[in-house]
């Protein structure tokens, strides 16, 4: 793998560093403080194609490669997770996923109006008594003539009240676990379908979590994705991109973290000189330096794998499970390093500490991926 990443990729990034500094670092504390995210960013996103990364032209996408999808990622993590959720969600496991699974009408019923931002895609997988246990979900389709009727909750869905499409899992018979999950493309408009948004979290303040409730939700045959029975594998690969997607965005937490306590060091006085200048002041950032480092190059191999079809999957919940443990290592410390001062939201760290802590939550616990990874090592199955 060539580390340079040249004229087009470092173009990306100061294209997404720039957004960032304008658009988004400007509004952190007042959208956290606010519990909501302007619903305007959503449009300016989809201008300069961060929606359409890896997505064909023909559907609306602005193609591209993996790392470049990663490189904004990290930036829009840098300003703020919440942002980062959107388009993590919205293209990378809803966009991806119609366009690897779906049909022709699918995908120019939505792409171009989910890479434009025009439109907003949820992923419709967690319940309220199923997290890391997906495969026993207990939401279900049941066909009626021509059509589907969908009842069950959905729960922590991310962009679910802004969005205008569900990637719905539902039970479609009844073999045992997984085997009997279908994917489905449901607009939220559809009646018997109610969103509930969920405040009071202690991080990604900003971002549009909702319970999703479907009460004799119908839709047609033409609704669902990929063959019938296959959900489970269809939710599966689309987490196992989604998980590069969470890394680069601790990248760019970690690196707001370090910038932070970098900038903060070499301004704070005491004992008459700057903090920087004592030797555990200075091991702490060091071990942020180490931590953004290794976390951005295990990211930027799930994504040249991608990128040269090779398997990616293990590397994947590596990148995933450093990432996120770094990132929360890497916000705590630089709260460490500002002292009292990084207890208050007027400055970065708290915010960045609180939205780190998630990250080895979703998509996937930190255990999750640690089963992933042994049962790479060994072929053995620990479920």
Avoid at 91 to 112: C, M, N, R
Avoid at 215 to 224: F, G, H, Q, T, W
Avoid at 300 to 311: C, E, F, S, T, Y
Wanted: charged letters at 25%.
């Amino acid at each position: 793998m060539n580390l340079e990443l040249g004229e087009e990729r470092t173009a990306v990034r100061q294209l997404a560093k720039d957004f960032v500094d304008r658009e988004i670092s400007p509004h952190v504390v007042e959208w956290d403080r606010a519990e909501d995210v302007d619903r305007g960013i959503v449009q300016k996103l989809g201008a300069l194609g961060f929606l359409g990364l890896t997505i064909e032209e023909e559907y609306g996408g602005c193609g591209g490669d993996h790392l470049s999808y990663c490189l904004v990622t990290e930036e829009l993590g840098r300003g703020d997770s919440s942002v980062r959720g959107i388009v993590s969600v919205s293209l990378g496991l809803v966009s991806k996923t119609i366009a690897a699974y779906g049909t022709e009408d699918q995908k120019l019923h939505w792409l171009p109006r989910l890479t434009a931002g025009e439109a907003l895609g949820c992923f419709g997988l967690t319940e309220p008594g199923t997290g890391s246990d997906a495969g026993s979900l207990t939401t279900r389709a049941v066909r009626d003539g021509g059509d589907w009727v969908i009842n069950g909750s959905k729960m922590f869905i991310t962009n679910g009240t802004w969005a205008d499409v569900v990637l719905l899992f539902a039970r479609t018979d009844d073999a045992p676990g997984h085997k009997g999950v279908s994917a489905f493309l449901v607009p939220t408009d559809t009646p018997g379908l109610t969103r509930r948004t969920i405040h009071g979290k202690l991080g990604l303040r900003g971002q549009a979590t909702a319970e999703l409730v479907l009460e004799d939700v119908r839709v047609p045959e033409s609704a669902l994705l990929g063959p019938e029975g296959k959900g489970f594998s269809i939710a599966m690969s689309a987490l196992a991109k989604g998980r590069m997607s969470v890394a680069a965005g601790c990248v760019g937490i970690a690196q707001a973290a370090l910038d932070a306590a970098v900038g903060y060091a070499k301004e704070r006085e005491q004992f008459g000189r700057s903090i920087a200048h004592y030797q555990l002041v200075q091991e702490l950032l060091s071990d942020i330096a180490v931590d953004v480092d290794a976390a951005r190059l295990l990211t930027w191999r799930v994504a040249d794998l991608i990128d040269r079809g090779q398997d990616f999957a293990t590397a994947a919940s590596k990148a995933k499970l450093f990432a996120s443990e770094a990132a929360v290592r890497a916000a705590n410390n630089a709260l460490q390093v500002f002292g009292g001062y990084g207890y208050i939201d007027e400055y970065p760290v708290g915010k960045l500490l609180r939205d780190a802590r998630v990250m080895t939550l979703y998509e996937g616990t930190s255990q999750i991926q640690k089963l992933i990874i042994g049962r790479a090592l060994t072929g053995v199955s620990a479920f």
